[in-house]
């Protein structure tokens, strides 16, 4: 391999990792700016596609995320002119930069995720529609794994992303955060999605180059300074922030997942529990349930000490149902049920689920972990396998593997 090809494959490595680390905030920057998901996606093609070549050439920019917004936004405006329409917004996109010059851009690159979040989450998309745009976009989740975290097939998936993008542009929908006392119809959508992006890092950790967790509180904490007092933003925040506080204890040296309630609890991050039970707290006070709290309080009560507190986890799970009957909710329940002492209730819960879940993973794991509590180790060996094959990460794989050992031996 010559000196050219080495160069240019390191440069495709650092291109990679940049888009990789702030693909969402770019896009969010040209999304604002031109107006458009799909040409602002293609600008931001094109600019890295650029960039090798320059790059290789040239040597690395001084900062090439700001040197991808330059070119990504001036690709934008040479569309706006070579189809020659929406001249007004040609000449508005050149006067954002002093004399004309188009790429006199801030070397900060404003962190507008958060508009472009409410824009995905506009009431005129479906709400499956709005967050799959929000984790295409903002998280650079590909089609199959969004379709995976909503037990589609990648084709169908594709097309309602394309869907949505599409209505947005049609109907104008503004790039912007309404005002908060217009948020009802967006809250639940924004805070469900944030909690995803949090949650994709969480399962993800090892294999994820960018912390999605610490995006997704810093996120919920935005959302929390531009709208106070308002409860199931907090418990979002204080749900976050419990999940977080557990992330060192969470795999051991030989990187498998260790259950919370076998946990090294002397790692957690205190000061995240402290936080994250005044933040609770608080909103509890105000006595507005919602999904959110109860969530927070249902992992509040799994790292209760000594012990969890399943018996009150289960009442809060029958709570949640209330707003959220969903079969995720139930599977979750019958965790729970069957930690009480009753796995034979759960297993039969677990098989009312299995036509909605039979692409769902996890419910392979539980069935597994249930007929290991039942001694039926044959089954529960049939389904450890299942659910192994299926593992999302290689810390969820290593942890399943140490249950089909124990069935098996």
Known sequence: MNNASSKAIAVSHIINDV???????????????????????????????AALKHWTRSGMPHNPSAWLLRVGLNKGIDHFR????????TEDLVDIFSDGQVYDVPETIPDERLRLIFTCCHPA???????????????????????AAFLDNEQTMGQRLYRAKAKIKAKGIGFSIPDADRWHDRLNTVLTT????????????????????????????????????DPEIEGALALMLLTDARSTARINIDGAIVPIEQQNTTLWLQNNIDEAHRILNNAIERRLPGPF???????????????????????????????EPTPVVALNWAVVIAETGH??????????????????QPWY?????????????????????????RAPSVATRQFLELGLREVTN
């Open 125 to 147: 998309l479906e709400e499956k529609s709005r967050i799959a745009l929000t984790l295409r976009t903002v998280c650079n989740l590909t089609t199959k794994e969004i379709a």
């Open 194 to 229: 944030i909690y995803l992006i949090f949650t994709t890092g969480y399962v993800m950790e090892a294999e994820c180059p960018r912390s999605l967790c610490q995006e997704g509180i810093f996120l919920a904490r935005l959302l929390n300074k531009l709208k106070p007092n």
């Open 343 to 360: 796995p034979e209730l759960a297993l039969n819960k677990l098989d009312e689920l299995k036509e909605d879940l039979k692409d769902y």
């Open 82 to 89: 070579m189809v020659k329409r929406e001249q007004r917004k």
């Open 293 to 323: 709290q109860i969530k927070a309080a249902i992992a509040d009560c799994h790292m209760m000490k000594p012990n969890p507190d399943w018996y009150q986890m289960s009442l809060l799970y029958q709570s949640l149902w209330q707003f």
């Open 365 to 389: 794991a539980t069935r597994a972990h249930i007929l290991r509590k039942l001694g039926q180790k044959a089954q529960a060996s049939i389904f450890y396998k299942l659910a192994i094959e």
């Open 19 to 49: 888009l990789i680390k702030e693909r969402g905030r770019l896009l969010a920057v040209l999304i604002s700016r031109l107006d458009d998901f799909q040409l602002a996606e293609d600008v931001l093609q094109e600019a890295s596609i």
